[in-house]
């Protein structure tokens, strides 16, 4: 944890984007227009300065579970930890230019309804005293979309692990506007498999499901 308290607060501090500040002050401001600014500059220039994470991925999730504020040591400045999603937008966004990579960052709309969400949560907080819990993903939303693009009478080795995530993560990012991050330790994904698709094997193998896509092919070629 504490590389990457050493990997926030390099990336935090240093003033850049067309306002000349720094990513904190940016996202406290509290106007969405700013950080917008700041978040489009990331997704079309580089930023010499970026340091990137070489933690794991559940780095980023276990680190906002445990603590509530960001502090910066150098400058004294904190912020809370729902500004991480944000930092992992401009991360992804250096790493597609570093990589040569065609622009697949969210636009300017996703990342405004995003900022008044987090000045919103940030003004109950302040009123009630109490950090507000994250809002759930919709189940049914879920739900309807397994039972559209999923069947369990099939036959085969059926839908494998990773890549059911895998989709389930984008067919989110299209209803949310943002990328989601769906691990297999979130409740949402346990209950997914339990509920939804009635999975009790404790063995790591494919679903016993099937895309009704692939189902129709099968008929029209006999």
Not at 11 to 35: C, Q, W
């Amino acid at each position: 944890m504490k590389k990457f308290q050493r990997y926030l607060e390099h990336n935090l501090s240093r003033v850049t984007g067309p306002e000349d500040e720094t990513f904190i002050s940016a996202y406290k401001h509290g106007d969405p227009m700013r950080l917008m600014k700041f978040m489009d500059y990331s997704r079309f220039r580089k930023i010499d300065w970026w340091l990137f994470c070489d933690q794991p991925p559940c780095t980023w999730v276990k680190f906002r579970s445990k603590f509530g504020n960001i502090r910066v040591q150098s400058t004294g400045e904190h912020v809370s930890t729902s500004i991480l999603p944000y930092v992992r937008e401009v991360e992804r966004n250096q790493l597609q230019l570093q990589l040569v990579e065609p622009d697949l960052a969210f636009c300017t709309s996703c990342y405004s309804m995003r900022t008044e969400n987090e000045v919103l949560r940030s003004r109950l907080e302040e009123l009630t005293g109490k950090p507000v819990e994250d809002e759930p993903f919709d189940r049914e939303v879920v739900r309807n979309w397994f039972n559209e693009n999923f069947h369990t009478n099939g036959h085969g080795r059926g839908y494998p692990r990773k890549q059911m995530r895998k989709e389930l993560n984008e067919f989110l990012a299209t209803v949310y506007g943002y990328k989601t991050e769906i691990y297999t330790n979130t409740d949402l994904w346990k209950w997914f498999i339990k509920d939804v698709m009635k999975d009790t094997s404790s063995q790591y193998r494919g679903f016993r499901v099937w895309r009704r896509d692939e189902c129709s092919r099968c008929t029209s070629q006999v």
